[in-house]
T-cell receptor, first 114, second 116 residues
Framework: AQTVTQSQPEMSVQEAETVTLSCTYD???????LFWYKQPPSRQMILVIR??????QNATENRFSVNFQKAAKSFSLKISDSQLGDTAMYFC???????????FGTGTRLKVLA | DGGITQSPKYLFRKEGQNVTLSCEQN?????MYWYRQDPGQGLRLIYY???????QKGDIAEGYSVSREKKESFPLTVTSAQKNPTAFYLC???????????????FGAGSRLTVL
């Protein structure tokens, strides 16, 4: 069975600092996608970043980047120059290519401190 | 602006009542989904639909029902058979597999259901 594990229920970071959220997953599939979604206090889920498993290059979106280690089944999110607006719940998710099923982790609550 | 509209945002239900949560999208997405979110848990799939007039059960479909009569709409009914319905419900959509952006879920703002 596919699983996604986020081992850090809560984290905090000072404004302008860098923080890394960890995520590990388990699958026997070869073609899949990995995602980080952000859920701010408004509770609307927003896509932060997406990684295709067949791509070796780590995805980057402005201040957000991932460290994708396929062999280790690890997919961590790095947030640089943290801003107060980054305060949110972050969910790691996984989807097998060509399917409609997504597996979500239990989330990491990130608080950015002024 | 394209997006997903969920209504109502807050809903209260008495035990034994059925309630329907609305989900409408204007993104021209083929697939739509309903997820349930409980504290300390990830999102769990209730139902999904790849195409009009077709839908599939997810991991926790018992006590729920859906319909997909139009591409834009995917309402969820929480029936009295659902033993613990108090939760936050999220509707999502995605393009069909093979299209640009496939596998990326777009979410609505959610509906909070409380059973009194």
């Amino acid at each position: 069975a596919q699983t996604v594990t986020q081992s850090q229920p809560e984290m905090s970071v000072q404004e302008a600092e860098t923080v890394t959220l960890s995520c590990t997953y388990d699958t026997s599939e070869n073609n899949y996608y990995l995602f980080w979604y952000k859920q701010p206090p408004s509770r609307q889920m927003i896509l932060v970043i997406r990684q295709e498993a067949y791509k070796q290059q780590n995805a980057t979106e402005n201040r957000f980047s991932v460290n994708f280690q396929k062999a280790a089944k690890s997919f961590s999110l790095k947030i640089s120059d943290s801003q107060l607006g980054d305060t949110a719940m972050y969910f790691c998710a996984f989807s097998i290519s060509g399917t409609y099923k997504y597996i979500f982790g239990t989330g990491t609550r990130l608080k950015v401190l002024a | 602006d394209g997006g997903i509209t969920q209504s109502p945002k807050y809903l209260f239900r008495k035990e034994g009542q059925n309630v329907t949560l609305s989900c409408e999208q204007n993104l021209n997405h083929d697939a739509m989904y309903w997820y349930r979110q409980d504290p300390g848990q990830g999102l769990r799939l209730i139902y999904y639909s790849q195409i009009v007039n077709d839908f599939q059960k997810g991991d926790i479909a018992e006590g729920y029902s859906v319909s997909r009569e139009k591409k834009e709409s995917f309402p969820l009914t929480v029936t009295s058979a659902q033993k613990n319905p108090t939760a936050f419900y999220l509707c999502a959509s995605s393009p069909d597999r093979g299209r640009a952006g496939a596998n990326v879920l777009t979410f609505g703002a959610g509906s909070r259901l409380t059973v009194l």
